[in-house]
């Protein structure tokens, strides 16, 4: 009048393997989506640094960060990064002198990298130097942010 323990077993199993199934595919949307919130606050805040350096007629730099204080190396953007007023146009930021317009600290598991140091905008809007391709990879995800010299970003 119960079940018997093969009985208890098959249907644990079961449940089993259809967790694992449904947990498969989450894990993929997840990293999709994780990816996509990261992607979005990048170009959210590269808009933002653009439209400071018109508004503010100066130069505005988006730098990487190990400690959201001060500019670090190529290598610290899976960090975080800064986004200050830079007048002389030096790509350093100094504390209780510059503009500090925001910060942020890179949460997940995946890696944001770009070869340059900082990525500047001048007073309008254009990228100064060269374009800028940031990536962004987490598992099989990649996604590019990339700045032309009119300041322009995009994803790819």
Not at 17 to 42: C, E, R, Y
Not at 81 to 89: A, I, R, S
Not at 141 to 149: A, G, S
Request: with cysteine; charged share 15%; aromatic share 8%.
């Amino acid at each position: 009048m119960g079940f018997t323990l093969i009985e208890c077993l098959a249907t644990l199993f079961c449940i089993a393997v259809l967790a694992a199934l449904a947990l498969g595919s989450n894990m993929a949307w997840l990293s999709h989506q994780q990816t996509t919130i990261i992607i979005d606050k990048l170009v959210h805040d590269l808009k933002f640094a653009r439209q400071q350096a018109i508004l503010r007629q100066s130069i505005v730099t988006v730098c990487p960060t190990i400690d959201l204080e001060h500019c670090g190396s190529a290598e610290a953007w899976p960090l975080g990064y800064l986004v200050f007023v830079d007048p002389t146009g030096k790509g350093v930021f100094t504390a209780g002198t510059t503009d500090k317009l925001q910060s942020a600290t890179l949460m997940g598991a995946g890696k944001l990298s770009n070869s340059r140091n900082y990525v500047q905008f001048d007073s309008n809007g254009f990228a100064r130097a060269t374009n800028s391709t940031f990536i962004y990879s987490l598992n099989e995800h990649i996604q590019k942010v990339i700045i032309n010299l009119q300041g322009r970003i995009r994803v790819e």
